[in-house]
Each structure stands twice: as C-alpha cells, then as structure tokens.
C-alpha cells in the first residue's frame, strides 16, 4: 500500500525559534499533499495544498509567511513554522494524493507533535 | 456550509457487539466518499471509499459502508466490534475540486467496554 512518511514525530522547540517538518511518499509519487493542522479532539484544519513545482495555495486565516511550505519533487514536501510560539504548538498532519489511478485518494503521515516552549 | 456531518461526536459499545457510525453529506452530485480512522497521536488511515458501482463497499479490519444516494449518508459499520477498533472515525467527501482536497466530519469518538 501506499506509504506516507512524516518525520519528526515530535519535537520540542522554544520560542522564536523555526521547526522543519518532512512529508516523504515512499513507494508512489505524489502531485499533490496537503499540510493539516489538529487540534486536541478536533478534526482536521487543511491549512495548504502543495502541487510539485509551484506555490502553494494556503487557506483562509493561515499566514503564509508564518508555515512556509515547500514542494521541491513529486516525493517530498516541508512544512516550516517560522519563528514558532507557544500558539503554534498542535498536532501537524501531512497527506499525499497519488498520481495515476488512485489519484482522489489522500494518503497521511503519522503526523508530527509540536510543542513551543 | 457543511459539507460533512457526523451527528455522533462519541459512540460506546461493547465489544462484539455491532456497530453503525453515521456520516451524511451535502453536496449536489454524488461525491467520493471516504471513512478514515485515527488512533491516539497518529496519522489517518484509510479503511474504505467509495466512487461508483455497488453501494456497498468493503474495507480494512472488517469494516463496510452502504452509501445512500436517497438519503446522502455513507454509514460505516462492522457486525462485531473488537477492543482494538477504539478511536477516531473520520468520513471525508472529495467534490472534486481541481486541487483535490477532501472535506472531513468533525469525527466519532468510538469507545470500546470490555
């Protein structure tokens, strides 16, 4: 099956500082992913659409200068959260939307746990 | 507008018992439709869609889900419940949009007794 690796898993930062977050599809190519933002016992906030090659298309109420989001080849995308405070502390989930057949279906990470210290 | 609604915020059964977790949708032409679960500070897995064809579908860990185009619903179900299947249940619609992004419920909470 399709396989979507987010790395870290968790990480711990202070204030003021950038964290870096990795989206990898392991054994298929991906056109789209898709960054996601969780709060506790909540469902998923789409924050970004990332397509290989161009910007991203973030949105509503998310700062783009504040999660810059990269999509440099059809396997990977980084999420980055620019000078992260306490308020940026949340469960970060990313997805891959396959090329080809199964194309409509999104395929997640195991998400990433920040916590700004 | 809603796009997605999962009425059940939090379900508990007992285990072997069945289980029938609601979804229903708005949306004017029939979308693909999806459940997901999640476990405690993961990511989301995929256990069933649905594009076309036959209604009922057949996913992962023994799960089904019958969509009704009558009443806009795609309820998940299992006929016995094990204590593992306890977690968070997401339905999600694609509406198709050209970036291919899914519209997702606020999710069940399901709670399995011994």
């Known amino acids: 099956g399709a396989v979507v690796s987010q790395h870290p898993s968790r990480v711990i930062c202070k204030s003021g500082t950038s964290v870096k977050i990795e989206c990898r599809s392991l054994?298929?190519?991906?056109?789209?992913m898709f960054w996601y933002r969780q709060f506790p016992k909540q469902s998923l906030m789409l924050m970004a659409t990332?397509?290989?090659?161009?910007?991203?298309?973030?949105e509503q109420g998310v700062e783009k200068d504040k999660f810059l989001i990269n999509h440099a080849s059809l396997t990977l995308s980084t999420l980055t959260v620019t000078s992260a405070h306490p308020e940026d502390s949340s469960f970060y989930i990313c997805?891959?939307?396959?090329?080809?057949?199964?194309?409509?279906?999104?395929?997640f990470g195991a998400g990433t746990r920040l916590s700004v210290l | 507008a809603q796009s997605v609604t999962q009425p059940d915020i939090h379900i508990t059964v007992s285990e072997g018992a069945s289980l029938e977790l609601r979804c229903n949708y708005s949306?004017?032409?029939?979308?693909?439709l999806f459940w997901y679960v999640q476990s405690p500070g993961q990511g989301l897995q995929l256990l069933l869609k649905y594009f076309s064809g036959d209604t009922l579908v057949q996913g992962i860990k023994g799960f089904e889900a019958e969509f009704k185009r009558s009443q806009s619903s795609f309820n998940l179900r299992k006929p016995s419940v094990h204590w593992s299947d306890a977690a968070e249940y997401f339905c999600a619609v694609y509406r198709g949009s050209t970036l291919g992004r899914l519209y997702f419920g606020r999710g069940t909470q399901l709670t399995v007794w011994p």
């Open positions: 054994d298929f190519q991906a056109t789209t």
């Open positions: 949306y004017g032409a029939t979308p693909y």
């Open positions: 997805s891959a939307r396959a090329v080809g057949v199964a194309k409509n279906i999104q395929y």
């Open positions: 990332s397509n290989e090659g161009s910007k991203a298309t973030y």
